[in-house]
């Protein structure tokens, strides 16, 4: 890993067909190596389209995407840009390609030319990675939706990827899916330092990152750590945002004249709040 | 006019073997309440929702709506079916005319009514789901954003106005925006006199809608009760897998810690009796 | 069930014929059914028996599997073996019924050609229940990749039958969803005459069609994503082996040519 920073966005601009208004309107954004970002926004933000100049599915109207130095306009650096940023998009049914869960990790290895010999190992550890392992012989159509996405994921941790993007990976899955998922990704964040862009309207998903990105209208609107950006309620709610349940309930305390800190995202801060604020109501 | 569940079972045949979705479900749906059916994927919870119409047939048991049998042989089975709205899961899915309006018109034309009365019953379902007749009624149902087809899918069902409403998980997938209108919507349907069944993974939603809660686990309804009854009890809850609204988990925090707060731990209500305790500077814990 | 279709026919056992490479396997079933229609008279169709006995044995299928493959068959077979039976015409009369003659010949032609279907029909199933279809797929991809020269999209046939096999039981699922979805809206698919049954299914295949091609668009991004560029240049998982028993698989077939084909040569 270098000292480069991993995903550079330089005053990207998008749109979809020549007439078509702007997708993206002069994006600029680095992310570091490692780094585990979360980014919002309402439907047609931009930040699909944002996740899909990440690794040169869509290639820039105006501006400049390089992933680990890689410019994804360079046509002789495309598949490498895809192995080294892959990605798991929504729906988990319409990205598994084959019939066994096992071929399908993989099919990315055949794609870049891994050697037959290679491949038993590197998807093997794949799919513990993902706790996917006993499943290695199930057909995908019989697996749950959190099951599926962690074989996708396993599918691409097969390349060796540097960066995993997820476009909304767990909007179609249930709380026990989304909650599987989540922490696989989590794991690979911090063991194996994958970097990781993980698009989301699932607002106590972001809260767990180290950095949360919010899009509206094919800007970045808002940049910072969680407690940063959550405790802007009102503006949030401008971009048509949820916030977490208790820094809603925060806000409303503090309408009710509670002196409490807008940085609360979870129960735990907000039973600190309580005590700090009034030590005697609590007796521990 | 409420709907009996009476030992209701249902089998799954997969050549050799057979599952049990539904094992011996008695329950009742009262007029006007809006009950929450909750559980795992796999629970039974959609099963179940396809008997309240009687899309499934029944193993044993029986489904009673208006205390008849909606399962009986008979001139009056589709119409007693009619009566129950049963809205699934990603509706935007069965969209397929080449209006809006023709296609919120499905439902009612099957049921065979007058060209008026289909046309009225279009305009007050695009009504109840905030969809402007004259900007939506000629429109593609495929041009618009997600969250307006899943609205129309719902003005489908509406159009054949049903006294229950059955709803599988009708926010999954939808933006926050989009999330807040649809619960909106379902609220006021039910305040105007709409029985709502609502199938939903996302407890602060239950919470915030529902007034009963009933819990499935492998085929057998194994919790049933007014909605704060069952959110208290966290640890089994917990233990089926399922998650509790936030709400309750900072109410029993503070509770266990000196604090009495009670009621239904709406946000608002929350916030006021918090408020409360911190202006006093403390509970009967001081 | 349809759910099951990634596994077709195919009948998971650990034998030898299991174990054939597919190409093999193809090849074999191909100069089988060559065979078959080249058995000259009735009675050489015993060692075309005893070769199917075999590689049943071989391949540890239960009998009543390659009886069940009859199945489907059997009124096409009646129906063979009677207008055979009664609309030849030869030379030595065997029964006369009123102003039907049933002549030797016809007979014989009778059991030929009905044998000859039911040759046909259990031992190319033997391929199908012994190999599974992704394997099949890979088989044909590879047998087929010489004709690449004439452009012949092998690697893309095979790529389409991948996919349809991993996306029927998920369309087959997603249609049961939508009917039971427009049954709820009062539609009927049951009754009324051919027309109104026809009319009934727009509602359920206008939405199947376009969720197939959301999926067809989704799957696209996805492989894209994965680095599919077609055929050329990837490497492959499962690396077919041509082995000494598969030699002796296609030697085997040789032996039965010889049989078959070695009495007309002779006399």
Redesign the interface.
């Known amino acids: 890993m270098s000292d480069q920073p991993h995903l550079q966005v330089k005053d990207l601009s998008y749109r979809y067909e020549p007439e078509a208004p702007l997708a993206l309107d002069g994006v600029s954004l680095v992310v570091p190596h490692g780094q585990f970002v979360a980014v919002l926004g309402h439907n047609g933000s931009g930040k699909s389209t944002l996740a899909k100049l990440l690794n040169g599915l869509f290639l820039p109207t105006e501006g400049q995407v390089t992933v680990s130095g890689m410019d994804t306009r360079d046509d002789g650096k495309v598949w490498d840009i895809r192995r080294t940023a892959g990605m798991v998009f929504q729906n988990p049914d319409n990205q598994l390609v084959a019939t066994r869960v096992y071929d399908d990790v993989a099919f990315g290895l055949e794609n870049i030319g891994v050697p037959s010999e290679e491949m038993p190992a590197r998807i093997d550890e794949a799919l513990k990675l993902t706790g996917m392992l006993e499943f290695a012989d199930r057909a995908p159509h019989l697996l749950s939706g959190g099951q599926k996405q962690r074989v996708a994921i396993a599918g691409i941790l097969a390349m060796h990827p540097e960066a995993l993007i997820l476009d909304e990976a767990t909007a179609m899955l249930d709380p026990r899916g989304r909650k599987e998922v989540l922490d696989t990704v989590q794991r690979l964040n911090r063991e194996q330092g994958i970097t990781v862009v993980w698009i989301t309207h699932f607002m106590q998903e972001a809260a767990t990152a180290q950095r949360v990105l919010v899009m509206d209208h094919g800007k970045i609107a808002m940049d910072g750590t969680p407690r940063e950006v959550f405790s802007q309620v009102e503006r949030l709610r401008a971009l048509r945002l949820d916030v977490p349940p208790m820094t809603h309930l925060a806000q409303l305390l503090r309408q009710r004249g509670v002196d409490i800190g807008m940085d609360v995202l979870s129960v735990d801060d907000m039973v600190k709040e309580v005590k700090r604020l009034c030590p005697s109501c609590l007796n521990s | 006019m409420p709907i009996v569940l009476e030992q209701l079972s249902h089998l799954y045949r997969s050549g050799p073997s057979t599952t049990t979705a539904l094992e011996d479900i008695n329950l009742t749906i009262e007029d006007g309440e809006l009950l929450a059916l909750i559980g795992h994927t796999g629970s039974g919870k959609s099963t179940l929702a396809q008997h309240l119409n009687g899309l499934l047939q029944p193993s044993a048991g029986r489904v009673l709506l208006d205390g008849q049998d909606i399962n009986q042989q008979g001139a009056h089975r589709r119409a007693l079916r009619f009566q129950v709205g049963l809205v699934f899961q990603y509706p935007e899915h069965q969209l397929f005319e080449e209006t809006v309006y023709k296609d919120i018109a499905f439902g009612p034309k099957n049921m065979g009514l007058e060209a008026e009365e289909m046309d009225r019953r279009v305009r007050s379902a695009m009504e109840l789901v905030g969809l402007p007749f004259d900007e939506m009624q000629g429109r593609s149902p495929f041009e618009l954003s997600g969250g307006q087809m899943r609205r129309v899918a719902l003005a489908g069902v509406l159009a054949m106005q049903p006294r229950v409403l059955v709803l599988d998980e009708p926010t999954a997938g939808l933006d926050p925006s989009a999330r807040d209108y649809l619960l909106g919507d379902i609220q006021r349907l039910n305040d105007q006199g709409t029985t709502v069944v609502l199938i939903s993974h996302a407890m602060d939603e239950v919470a915030r809608l529902a007034t009963r809660v009933a819990v499935l686990e492998r085929g057998r309804l194994v919790m049933e009760g007014p909605t704060t009854d069952i959110f208290t009890q966290q640890e089994r809850l917990n233990a089926m897998g399922l998650d509790i609204p936030e709400s309750y988990k900072l109410a029993r925090r503070l509770n266990e810690a000196g604090l009495d707060l009670h009621g239904h731990y709406a946000m608002d209500e929350l916030a006021d009796q918090i408020a409360q305790a911190i202006k006093g500077g403390g509970g009967d814990a001081a | ?1 349809l ?1 099951d279709i ?1 596994l077709g026919q195919y009948y998971p056992v650990d034998s030898v014929v299991h174990r054939l490479d597919p190409r093999a396997k193809i090849v074999l079933a191909f100069m089988y059914i060559i065979a078959v229609f080249m058995v000259p008279s009735l009675w050489l169709y015993l060692p075309v028996l005893a070769y199917l006995v075999l590689a049943t044995w071989l391949s540890k299928l239960p009998a009543r599997m390659m009886l069940r493959s009859l199945r489907p068959m059997r009124i096409i077979l009646i129906i063979t073996f009677i207008l055979n039976l009664f609309f030849a015409s030869g030379t030595t009369p065997l029964l006369r019924l009123g102003r039907v003659t049933i002549w030797q010949e016809g007979l014989m032609n009778a059991l030929v050609f009905t044998f000859r279907l039911v040759f046909l029909v259990t031992g190319s199933s033997i391929l199908t229940l012994t190999t599974s ?2 394997t099949l797929t890979d088989g044909l991809e590879r047998l087929a990749s010489p004709l690449k020269v004439i452009k012949f999209p092998a690697h893309e046939m095979a790529m389409m039958m ?2 349809a ?2 996306f029927i ?2 369309l087959v ?2 249609a049961d ?2 009917m ?9 698919f049951e009754s009324g005459n051919l027309m109104a049954r026809a009319r009934a299914m ?2 359920l295949l ?2 199947l069609f ?2 197939a091609f ?2 067809a668009g ?2 696209a ?9 077609g055929g050329e ?7 077919l082996q041509f082995r000494t028993r598969d030699l002796l698989a296609l030697l085997t077939m040789l032996a039965l040519y010889l049989v078959i084909l070695l009495p007309g040569w002779l006399w």
């Open positions: 069930m759910r990634t279809p992704v991948t996919i096999l991993r039981p998920t699922e997603e969803k939508i039971k979805a427009q049954t709820a809206r009062g539609a009927d727009i509602p206008v939405p376009i969720s959301r999926r989704d799957l991004m996805a492989m894209e994503a994965r680095c599919y560029r240049g990837r490497t492959r998982l499962n690396k």
